[in-house]
């Protein structure tokens, strides 16, 4: 399903004519029709939509690959142990 349309009229009183080499042309103005990317634009926003909805999810699962793989907890206690010894050269 494609719509062509005149970038330069109002789309309310286009009307498409065929030119002598077989491209569409405005019957307003004789410029040649632009496709209407309307399909497109629509895969374009329901990709947005659902890589919206689906990368929260796919991060938190790498996350937590990541989490498994190198468990954290070494990386709390080298924290806390340094914010102990931060808190001991403050005191
Ligand atoms: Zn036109």
Do not use: D, H
């Not at 009229?9 to 569409?24: A, M, V």
């Not at 999810?57 to 790498?62: E, H, N, S």
């Not at 989490?67 to 142990?81: D, L, R």
């Amino acid at each position: 399903m494609v719509q062509y349309y005149c970038p330069y009229c109002n789309p309310k009183y286009q009307f498409q004519k065929q030119s002598s080499n077989g491209t569409l042309i405005c019957g307003l103005c004789g410029e040649e029709l632009i496709k209407k990317p309307f399909i497109r634009l629509n895969q374009i926003i329901a990709l947005v939509a659902a890589s919206s909805l689906l990368l929260p999810l796919i991060y938190t699962f790498i996350f937590l690959i990541k989490n498994q793989i190198n468990p954290p907890n070494k990386n709390y206690q080298a924290n806390s142990n340094l914010m102990i010894i931060i808190k001991e050269t403050l005191s």
